[in-house]
Every structure is written in structure tokens, then in C-alpha cells.
């Protein structure tokens, strides 16, 4: 390209578009624009719900923990850090001295200039980084749908030691509640009626689940853990 930008490489990896040698080298240079902005993102509304996964599902799994959990404008901390009980618009709307931002996105003008500027304190699209949460942090996914079979496997790390989300099909409820501590992981999950899930365990271990509620746990050595086990088995109909 002639000018990289973090979505450029986001959106290809997320939709599958490479392979090979390509991936490996745009999965790089993404994690490398990445340090190169502080370890913050820079990426818009177009970028932003996809860029988690592009780290996590390529291998980068410590890189998008650590954006995540980035407390530094622009991230989503910065927001929550600042009393934000919504996503805004704009990652700087208010400013650390609690000053509201109404300048100019482009800068060229003042705030009086600008008359208001663009500034919105509830204005969802970067909140999509929540599709992450359920989906790998928590790790609940459909795979079919409605949610008639669906997995579950969180992708642990940044420190996080339990997560829990659910959300009501079409069947009932189906959720999931986990904890670990250094050496133990223990997970319980809940299957409507007439689905069927894929528990895929952080040591690679796999199991079938139907409709009732399961429990089950595993050791966390460092050897057993394996974090993207999910993407090369078969999806359960």
C-alpha cells in the first residue's frame, strides 16, 4: 500500500481474504502499526468491531488484551476511566481535565469556528468491540441459526480471571460462566432444548453438549494451553 493504516490490514484478516505467507506478513504489519501508535488503536467505525478478532484469531491473542485493556486515549478504558456510562462518538468527546471536546475533527478550525464541532456522548459504533466480549473473551458463539448449535470457547488472558454472558435464543437461554486461577480452569455452561453445543476446553480437550447445564474443568500448564483449537474443528449440526 501505499499508505498503511490499521483497517487496511484489519478487514482482509477478518474475512478470511489471505492465506499463507500473506496472512503472516499482514498479520506483522498490523501488530507492528499497532506498537507504532503506542499500543492504541486508529482505527474508525469501519475497523474497529473487526480489530480484536484480526489479533486474536491470527495469533495475536496477548495484542488484542493489551488494546482492550489499554487505559490511554483513544481506547475504550479511557472512556470507562472518565465516567463513561456509554461509547461516545468520538474517542477524545471529553478531555482528561473533564473539558467536553467540540473542536473540529480536522483541527483546522476553533470550537467556536466549528459551531459545536461533532461531539455525542452515545453513539454506539465503537461499542461493537462487545461482539469480542461474548465471543472470545467469554467465548459464546453461534454456529448456526438461531443458535441450534453453538460453542463455546473463551480465549483467556490479559489477566482476566472470570467472565460470564448469556444471551435468550430462540430455544431459551444459553450462557456461559467462567473462572480460572494460575492452575485451574473451570467453566459451566447452559444449553436451551434442541441446540447442541461445542465446549472446546483452553488444554484443546473438546466436548459435545446438549440441553441441561454442564460443568467442567482443566489444568492451565503452560504446555496445555491451546488457545485457537476451535478454528480447525468441525462445526456440530
Avoid at 490499521?6 to 502499526?33: I, S
Avoid at 480536522?106 to 453513539?123: D, L
Wanted: aromatic content about 10%; some cysteine; overall charge negative.
Amino acid at each position: 500500500m501505499k499508505e498503511e493504516f490499521q483497517t487496511a490490514y484489519v478487514l482482509p484478516l477478518h474475512f478470511g481474504m489471505t492465506e499463507g505467507e500473506e496472512t503472516k506478513q499482514m498479520v506483522n504489519n498490523l501488530t507492528r502499526l499497532i506498537h507504532e501508535a503506542g499500543n492504541h488503536l486508529t482505527t474508525g467505525f469501519t475497523g474497529t468491531p473487526y480489530l480484536l478478532f484480526a489479533l486474536s484469531d491470527n495469533g495475536q491473542l496477548d495484542a488484542a488484551y493489551e488494546l482492550l485493556l489499554q487505559e490511554e486515549c483513544p481506547s475504550w478504558l479511557y472512556e470507562v476511566k472518565a465516567g463513561g456510562t456509554t461509547i461516545w462518538e468520538r474517542w477524545d468527546a471529553l478531555r482528561p481535565d473533564g473539558t467536553v471536546n467540540i473542536e473540529e475533527l480536522s483541527g483546522n478550525k476553533s470550537a467556536e469556528e466549528s459551531n459545536g464541532g461533532m461531539v455525542s456522548f452515545n453513539h454506539y459504533a465503537n461499542g461493537a468491540v462487545g461482539d469480542w466480549l461474548y465471543k472470545r473473551l467469554a467465548g459464546l458463539e453461534p454456529t448456526s441459526g438461531g443458535y441450534q448449535t453453538f460453542r463455546v470457547a473463551p480465549m483467556i488472558g490479559g489477566g482476566i480471571t472470570w467472565a460470564k454472558a448469556s444471551t435468550v435464543t430462540p430455544y431459551g437461554l444459553a450462557s456461559v460462566d467462567w473462572k480460572r486461577d494460575e492452575h485451574l480452569f473451570h467453566v459451566e455452561v447452559t444449553v436451551p432444548v434442541s441446540t447442541t453445543c461445542s465446549l472446546h476446553m483452553p488444554n484443546g480437550e473438546i466436548h459435545i453438549l446438549t440441553s441441561g447445564q454442564h460443568s467442567f474443568q482443566c489444568s492451565l500448564s503452560t504446555n496445555a494451553l491451546a488457545k485457537n483449537s476451535y478454528k480447525e474443528q468441525p462445526v456440530v449440526h
